[in-house]
């Protein structure tokens, strides 16, 4: 009898551990997302990735950090690229913890625009671009991930939507683990 309930307790202590070693198996590290020479004609600015969790991004947004960790932000970074022309791409990769959470995120910040000029040429590929002071700006999720994007530098609508897209690309498919 003191047998059974042994295994018992111990079956019950160790659920926990499976199912967070499970948990962690299938969530993809933020590192994977960090863009180096992924991309075509982009470099990263040096020194421009930075990580950070909840308490570092109040470091990094003035005065808007609490809108991420208030709909779910776990962990992200931060990332500055160049391009061609003296183009620039600033980058935000977050961990929303759940599909729900991240594809809130997107609605509040396209909410932030309900005044702004309709979007340019959005279609069926997850993200939206908006014409902003400079370029363009665009937010999209994929699976627990929330990712924001300004490209600065590129004034054509079609050119911009197509470097965006690369980016959008680029982490959808590691998402989804099919960059390795």
């Not at 019950?12 to 991309?39: D, G, T």
């Not at 779910?72 to 961990?95: C, H, N, V, W």
């Not at 913890?97 to 396209?110: C, F, H, L």
């Not at 470097?163 to 390795?180: H, L, Q, V």
Request: glycine fraction near 8%; charge should be neutral.
């Amino acid at each position: 009898m003191i047998g059974i309930r042994r295994m018992m307790v111990m079956g019950i202590l160790a659920l926990p551990a499976f199912n967070a070693a499970s948990f962690a198996a299938k969530a993809v590290s933020m590192e994977k997302f960090h863009i180096r020479n992924q991309i075509p004609n982009w470099t990263e600015e040096k020194n421009s990735y930075q990580y950070f969790g909840p308490k570092e991004l109040f470091n990094i947004l003035d005065g808007g950090a609490p809108e991420y960790i208030d709909n779910g932000m776990k962990e992200g970074f931060f990332q500055r690229l160049k391009g061609p022309d003296s183009a620039t791409i600033e980058l935000y990769a977050e961990d929303f913890g759940s599909d729900k959470n991240a594809e809130k995120m997107v609605a509040v910040k396209q909410s932030n625009y309900s005044d702004a000029p309709p979007p340019v040429n959005s279609d069926s590929s997850g993200f939206i671009p908006r014409e902003v002071i400079g370029g363009f700006w665009a937010c999209g999720a994929a699976q627990r991930y929330y990712f924001e994007i300004t490209l600065m530098g590129i004034r054509d609508n079609a050119k911009a939507k197509v470097e965006i897209k690369k980016y959008f690309d680029y982490f959808r498919n590691t998402a989804e683990g099919r960059n390795r």
